[in-house]
């Protein structure tokens, strides 16, 4: 993803934004701040490490949020430990996260908050944003329409 970090928009490093290539887990366990969001999409030729499915992970990862911090996990559907993964973040978020389907059913996206921030409910209007391209936005708008219909229908919302 570093490498190709233009292509799928990613910024550039700056004082409130840092992509780091480390071990992730190692990175997470010995962090020296806490942060706002984690974004997690560890995947290799080989699928996901162990190491950033473990219950330890993700208890690492909770402890390394603010307390109103987020954690975004890629997950794959066809991963026979897809179950398991999520019962790890449930354990280690106490409960707080939401999964998004992608559109195609073969990937979910993860959001597990360290605080309240998922259940607070947020209104207003859905809207491109200014400067976007069109189909970035469509993208972008999709995505917002499958996180808003997942909260809903989620019972732990």
């Known amino acids: 993803m570093i490498a190709v970090r233009e292509e799928f928009h990613i910024p550039h490093n700056d004082d409130r934004f840092q992509v780091v ?3 992730g887990a190692s990175f997470i366990r010995n962090r020296h ?3 706002d969001v984690l974004l997690v999409d560890g995947y290799d ?4 490490p162990g190491e950033l499915t473990s219950q330890r992970f993700y208890d690492d990862c909770y402890a390394a949020l603010v307390a109103d911090g987020v954690m975004v996990a890629n997950l794959h559907y066809g991963n ?3 179950q398991a993964h999520l019962d790890r973040i449930r354990q280690a978020f106490q409960g707080r996260f939401l999964v998004v389907d992608d ?3 073969s990937n979910s ?3 597990a908050c360290k605080g309240e921030r998922l259940r607070k409910k947020g209104g207003g209007l859905i809207r491109r944003p200014k400067g976007l391209d069109a189909q970035a936005a469509d993208h972008l708008l999709a995505a917002f329409s499958r996180f808003a219909m997942a ?3 989620q ?3």
């Not at 030729?45 to 996901?48: A, I, K, Q």
């Open 45 to 48: 030729v080989h699928g996901l």
């Open 151 to 153: 909260r809903r229908q």
């Open 80 to 82: 026979p430990h897809y």
């Open 103 to 105: 559109d195609e059913l």
């Open 155 to 157: 019972w732990w919302w």
């Open 109 to 111: 996206i993860v959001f």
């Open 21 to 23: 290539c480390a071990n």
């Open 33 to 35: 701040a806490a942060y």
